[in-house]
């Protein structure tokens, strides 16, 4: 039965194309889901292609912000280099330039100075281990205007006179003094054990140093320092200083 239309006839019906062949037609070129996906699977096996898992593993060596701002927390700007509380810049030479460095003051001299009071004036007996019993000498060091390293010396005779003398020479009596040398805030700066024996010795206090104080390691002094020299009892009852010959006297050394 031929087909109607509306309007003017067709020359034949055989210029229509049916429903089915049309259907064969697009089944036979159209690419299928398991076509795409086996066509897919093909090429990730052949090409070099990023899987998720390789974008993971590379995007684990990159630095995070956090990284990133830690790191440059440890560097110097830039404009920190010649800049005041910043870094010395470098010559050719590799050496800091002048005009970096400070000026050099060659007036930085060491000093010598002597006792400003002596207060034994006769032989004094000290019956107490108070390193402080009795202050035998005084000086003061000026402020030179830098700071400094003070480094006393003291030279005083002395003997356990009043103890009962032994037998051999060679054995002390028990009785030992102590000669210290101390600041305004009782700290020390030289010192010295006398000898126990009997018959007067000449002892000779030095910068004090023992196994917990290094005084290398003692910052230095600014402004005016006082210093006193001290006798007391070390061990036993008594002990007896001489004024005879007594020397106190201070060095003092530039600070930087």
């Known amino acids: 039965m ?11 019906d055989f210029s229509v194309m049916t429903k089915k062949k049309v259907d064969d037609a697009y089944a036979a070129v159209s690419a299928s889901d398991s076509f795409l996906h ?7 096996a052949t090409a ?3 899987t998720p898992t390789y974008v993971d593993t590379q995007d684990g060596f990159r630095a995070t912000k956090s990284a990133v701002d830690s790191a440059d927390a440890n560097y110097l700007l830039a404009t920190t280099r010649g800049a005041a509380n910043g ?12 005009a970096n460095l400070p000026t050099l003051n060659s007036n930085r001299k060491p000093i010598f100075k002597n006792v400003d009071t002596v207060f034994l004036t006769a032989p004094r007996v000290v019956t107490t281990t108070n390193a402080k019993e009795y202050e035998a000498a005084r000086l003061t060091i000026a402020d030179p205007g830098f700071p400094y390293i003070p480094v006393p010396f003291a030279v005083i005779r002395g003997g356990a006179v009043n103890a009962t003398e032994p037998a051999s020479q060679s054995v002390g009596t028990g009785n030992y003094g102590q000669i210290s ?10 010192w010295c054990i006398t000898t126990g024996q009997h018959p007067q010795s000449w002892h000779t206090a030095l910068p004090f140093a023992d196994n917990t104080i290094n005084p290398t390691a003692r910052p230095p002094v600014t402004g005016i320092t006082t210093l006193s020299l001290y006798l007391g009892v070390w061990t036993g009852t008594t002990y007896t200083f001489d004024n005879v010959g007594l020397q106190f006297y201070c060095l003092v050394y530039p600070g930087v």
């Open 38 to 44: 086996s066509a897919t699977a093909l090429a990730a």
């Open 2 to 12: 031929g087909l109607k239309y509306l309007g003017r006839e067709p020359g034949s």
């Open 48 to 50: 070099d292609l990023a």
């Open 87 to 98: 870094v010395a810049p470098l010559g050719s030479d590799g050496y800091i330039p002048s």
């Open 181 to 190: 040398i101390l600041d305004a805030s009782n700290v020390k700066w030289g």
